[in-house]
């Protein structure tokens, strides 16, 4: 600021001497000189002014300074995204099948059509080779066997104290079975030895046996079939009379006949122990198509005890199947499987009027359960039925060939190398056996 005020004196004092100068070169050259100095002190001005406080800018275009900002306000703000959370998926459902046959009667037309000529052994095998695809792929499967099967060469008979040889038993592993039903009315027909004798048969060919016991504390079994406990228990009328050779305390050893009270002790627990429990029942009237009074009450009793699934035998001949809800369960019988494989053929008996010929036919139940891997709980889930029928070709002739022969359709042997008049019969026993059952599936 002083410097300036010092530079206007010396512009005011140049002023007056250049309007005394008369010379006109030299006041030109004065003049100059003034309007030099009056443009110097203009400038100093101008830079002085800049550094007064305040106005500390430099003279170049300014360079935006960078100032240092924490992490988090150099952050902008961003919307948090929850991390993808790719569902589990839900368990699949636990399936189990169970297979189902009707009687086996071993009448001697039967050993002898086993027998191997020249040889002291019997294959059976030939009988079972058509119904065989339908057993094997269950993964449980039942079949009814009547009488006893002992090792002596010497006793084996049909009708009317049956005793076949053990060689039947190859024949049930070699088709898909897995346990051999034992109770009922001829499993005493070689006594209480002939049956356990039986009974240890059965198992050597690694297959399992229930009705016929030695003291067992429990009688049933349970099977665990794809993670479903299926339990299994089974129970006949009587032994023809049999059971009268033995005490009370025997026939409650040996034997499971129908005592209320204990089959209801049994069938509870089981029904604790297993998420499905089947029970297989010997009873009824020989040849009679409809269940009697016995069988109705026993199976209302069955079902509240706890029983899911109750499978007949012993009338020789085709009985209705039925659903029932119980306790808003669903349950299903069937009264009565038939004749799986015997000598009872209709061209046996000499009056065709009594309809023997019903006698030839069968049903082989599939029954398939469902289990919910969440809730534990199973059901059945489908029931099918197949008719079966068995076969006897050069009948009159000492080459029998008996053969069951299944008949899941009414064209099912329209192209085979059967006879005409062998398929004729067989559909014939499809359409006799159609009006009995009513497969299901569950909605």
Known sequence: MHHSLKNDKIVANIVIEVLFLKNSKSKYILITIVLCIAALSIIGCSNNQNKLPGNNQDSTTPTPSVTPISSSASTLPTTTTEPTVTPEPSPTPITATLVSAGDCVIHDDLQIAGKIEGEDRYDFTHMFEEIKPFVEHADYSIVSYEGAATNNRNDYAGFPYFNCPPEMFDAFKYSGFDLVNNANNHQLDRRVKGMLETRENVRQRGLDIIGA???????????????????????????????????????????????????????????????????????????????????????????????????????????????????????????????????????????????????????????????????????????????????????????????ILPIPTRDYYDNSAYPEELIKKAYESYDRTLDYFTDYERE
């Open 213 to 403: 016991y030695d003291g067992e504390d429990v009688r049933y079994i349970i099977k665990d079939l794809n993670g479903i406990k299926v339990g299994f228990m089974a129970y006949t009328y009587g032994s023809n009379g049999n059971e009268g050779l033995l005490t009370a305390e025997q026939i409650a050893k040996h034997l499971a006949f129908f005592d209320r009270p204990r089959m209801e002790k049994e069938i509870r627990e089981l029904e604790e122990n297993a998420d499905i429990t089947v029970v297989l029942m010997h009873w009824g009237h020989e040849y009679w198509r409809k269940p009697n009074e016995q069988q109705i009450s026993l199976s209302n009793d069955l079902f509240e005890w706890g029983a899911d699934v109750i499978l007949g035998s012993h009338p020789h001949v085709v009985q209705p199947t039925e659903i029932r809800t119980v306790n808003g369960e669903t349950k299903y019988i069937i009264y009565s499987m038939g004749n799986f494989l015997t000598n009872q053929w209709h061209e046996w008996f000499d009056d065709p009027k009594d309809k023997k010929w019903l006698r030839e036919d069968s049903i082989l139940v599939t029954i398939e359960f469902l289990k919910d891997p969440e809730t534990q709980k199973t059901v059945i889930n489908k029931v099918k039925h197949i008719p079966v029928w068995v076969s006897r070709e050069g009948v009159g002739t000492n080459n029998i060939i008996h053969r």
